[in-house]
């Protein structure tokens, strides 16, 4: 096995891994990192590939600023934030599960009725992979979806802060007792709890 495939391998072996950690994990901060570990070994590949400007761009743009904007977005919602119930949780697995499975199906279907035979790719151009390719490609041909990809991520920011202030404002928030109420009803000081008040004998 020669080092680029050696490479390849462990690039793919991250990439998964990092893949099912972030489906399965309970804590959305581990999530995220699983999420990281994904991107990452992605970088790998495009590496492997000599596509060192979409290594760099998946690496600030994504583990640098994407997964710092999850990272934020979990911390203002809280450690709880996707806490459901039994019957909910449930319930989103096994529609989300289905419905993945569904459209892997599909798509291997798709893919395998109209293979014939390995595909034979042309030499690549000296310009394929530059600064002046992927520039030409994104705000060319893929404007819209990248402009889409933006508005996605503005949506679930101001979702997450919406969801964030009503559950703020569900909570039951205790008024500060006042002097009076505290001086009379308050808790005892620790050095006054052997010392407890007695009443005035009646005259």
Same mark, same amino acid.
């Given at each position: 096995?020669?080092?680029?495939? &050696?490479?390849?391998?462990?690039?793919?072996?991250?990439?998964? $891994?990092?893949?099912?950690?972030? $489906?399965?994990?309970?804590?959305?901060?581990?999530?995220?990192?699983?999420? &990281?570990?994904?991107? %990452?070994?992605?970088?790998?590949?495009?590496?492997? &590939?000599?596509?060192?400007?979409? !290594?760099?761009?998946?690496?600030?743009?994504?583990?640098?600023? $994407?997964?710092?904007?999850?990272?934020? @977005?979990?911390?203002?919602?809280?450690?709880?934030?996707?806490?459901?119930?039994?019957?909910?949780?449930?319930?989103?697995?096994?529609?989300?599960?289905?419905?993945?499975?569904?459209?892997?199906?599909?798509? %291997?279907?798709?893919?395998?009725?109209?293979?014939?035979?390995?595909?034979?790719? &042309?030499?690549?151009?000296?310009?394929?992979?530059?600064?002046? !390719? $992927?520039?030409?490609?994104?705000?060319?041909?893929?404007?819209?979806?990248?402009?889409? !990809?933006?508005? %996605?991520?503005?949506?679930? @920011?101001?979702?997450?802060?919406?969801? !964030?202030?009503?559950?703020?404002?569900?909570?039951?928030?205790?008024?500060?007792?006042?002097?009076?109420?505290?001086?009379?009803?308050?808790? %005892?000081?620790?050095?006054?709890?052997?010392?407890?008040?007695?009443?005035?004998?009646?005259?």
């Amino acid at each position: 096995m020669s080092a680029g495939s &050696l490479f390849f391998a462990v690039c793919g072996l991250v990439c998964l $891994v990092g893949a099912l950690f972030t $489906v399965l994990a309970q804590n959305p901060i581990r999530g995220a990192m699983g999420l &990281l570990a994904t991107i %990452l070994g992605i970088a790998g590949l495009f590496m492997e &590939l000599h596509a060192q400007f979409l !290594a760099a761009i998946q690496l600030i743009v994504y583990a640098g600023a $994407v997964i710092v904007l999850f990272v934020f @977005v979990i911390m203002l919602l809280g450690p709880d934030a996707g806490s459901a119930g039994p019957g909910k949780a449930r319930a989103s697995r096994w529609f989300g599960g289905g419905l993945a499975a569904l459209l892997s199906g599909a798509a %291997l279907y798709l893919v395998g009725a109209h293979s014939t035979g390995a595909t034979v790719f &042309l030499p690549a151009r000296p310009e394929h992979g530059t600064v002046e !390719a $992927v520039g030409g490609m994104l705000f060319g041909k893929g404007l819209v979806p990248f402009e889409l !990809a933006t508005a %996605l991520l503005i949506v679930a @920011v101001v979702g997450a802060i919406a969801v !964030a202030r009503s559950q703020n404002k569900k909570k039951s928030v205790e008024k500060p007792e006042g002097e009076t109420r505290r001086m009379f009803v308050g808790p %005892l000081h620790p050095r006054d709890a052997g010392h407890p008040i007695e009443k005035e004998p009646a005259k």
